[in-house]
């Protein structure tokens, strides 16, 4: 006998499937709005009811009642609901952690990874009354003690703005951290509302790698789509913003495509700068009324045809997308 279900959490639609009593699969959909996360959901289980499943109550072991901790401290729910997922689970988890020097309510934990994602540090910023919290992680190749503190200065009198019921806030730093000038501050529904919706992440950003008016979606893809914006590694390359929409044709069809005649994409969606590149290649073979258009951080859109491509657009294109950062 085989199980389904769903959940939805905003934006998100949650699903798992698998045999009663064995192993269980799951994923999860990020989609543009709460409206078409809504349709999703229902699609879904009218699929489900089609194809014989029938509507039971859900079992397990349920958490605590929301009211039971609605006071507690983060470090409390997180015990806790780390406790419950195993037990003795929580001694592993916050070993290592220590308290970081002229940094009150803040933790940092050193991860000595030789392979895989490589060292890191991982900092757990609490707000003063200790009920919710931030978290973010440096890469040790660039992570610099004198950025981290300025850093720190900044985010921790501001740990609530990231709770105020928007995903996202891009906060201008008044100077310079690094090479960074705004500072990100992503609600709990971005950390995938981790312990209750209590941990909320921020992290240093350029001006040209989030825009102002992007959607929750838009920075979820930014933060965690394919090919996104490596947030951890400080002594990154700028990650502009780079939204595409295109129609491009050839009545010959596109050698690069397999003699495929037409790709199109009809909003603007995040892109790798490969994508980008290979647009511009196809754009060179294509044919009239076909279009290539880059929206940058500033939702500013650059219109390209065949006939606006020349030696020096590939450094146009790059002033575009980097604005101030360039």
């Given at each position: 006998m085989r199980h389904w279900q769903i959940s939805r959490d905003g934006i998100r639609c949650h699903m798992a499937w698998?045999?009663?009593?064995?192993?269980?699969?799951?994923?999860?959909?990020?989609?543009?709005?709460?409206?078409?996360?809504?349709?999703?959901?229902?699609?879904?289980?009218?699929?489900?009811?089609?194809?014989?499943?029938v509507e039971v109550a859900a079992v397990g072991t349920a958490a605590p009642a929301a009211g039971v901790m609605a006071?507690?401290?983060?470090?409390?729910?997180?015990?806790?609901?780390?406790?419950?997922?195993?037990?003795?689970?929580?001694?592993?988890?916050w070993a290592g952690y220590e308290p970081v020097e002229g940094q009150e309510g803040v933790f940092t934990k050193f991860h000595d990874f030789a392979a895989g994602p490589g060292p890191f540090h991982e900092y757990l910023v609490l707000?003063?009354?200790?009920?919710?919290?931030?978290?973010?992680?440096?890469?040790?190749?660039?992570?610099?003690?004198?950025?981290?503190?300025?850093?720190?200065?900044?985010?921790?009198?501001?740990?609530?703005?990231?709770?105020?019921?928007?995903?996202?806030?891009?906060v201008a730093l008044p100077s310079r951290i690094g090479q960074f000038d705004h500072v990100l501050f992503c609600a709990p529904s971005l950390n995938h509302y981790r312990y209750g919706g209590r941990l909320g992440t921020v992290l240093p950003i350029l001006g040209c790698e989030i825009a102002d008016e992007d959607t929750e979606t838009l920075v979820e893809a930014r933060l965690r789509g394919r090919h996104s914006m490596p947030s951890t590694t400080?002594?990154?390359?700028?990650?502009?913003?780079l939204d595409l929409r295109f129609d491009l044709r050839s009545e010959h069809g596109f050698e690069l495509l397999g003699g495929r005649t037409?790709?199109?994409?009809?909003?603007?969606?995040v892109y790798p700068r490969s994508m980008l590149d290979r647009g511009l290649r196809l754009l060179s073979e294509a044919g009239q009324g076909s279009r290539l258009e880059i929206r940058n951080h500033r939702r500013d859109v650059l219109a390209l045809t065949r006939a606006d491509l020349e030696r020096g657009t590939p450094a146009e294109i790059d002033r575009f997308l980097l604005g101030d950062s360039a």
């Open positions: 698998g045999q009663v009593g064995g192993r269980t699969q799951g994923m999860s959909m990020t989609l543009d709005d709460e409206e078409h996360a809504e349709r999703h959901l229902r699609k879904k289980i009218s699929e489900k009811r089609r194809q014989g499943y006071d507690a401290k983060l470090l409390d729910v997180m015990r806790t609901q780390e406790e419950q997922r195993r037990e003795g689970a929580w001694a592993g988890y707000s003063a009354d200790e009920r919710r919290g931030l978290h973010f992680v440096v890469k040790a190749p660039g992570h610099d003690p004198g950025q981290v503190a300025a850093f720190l200065d900044f985010v921790r009198p501001r740990v609530e703005v990231a709770f105020d019921g928007r995903s996202h806030h891009k400080w002594d990154r390359e700028p990650c502009p913003v037409a790709l199109r994409e009809k909003t603007f969606k």
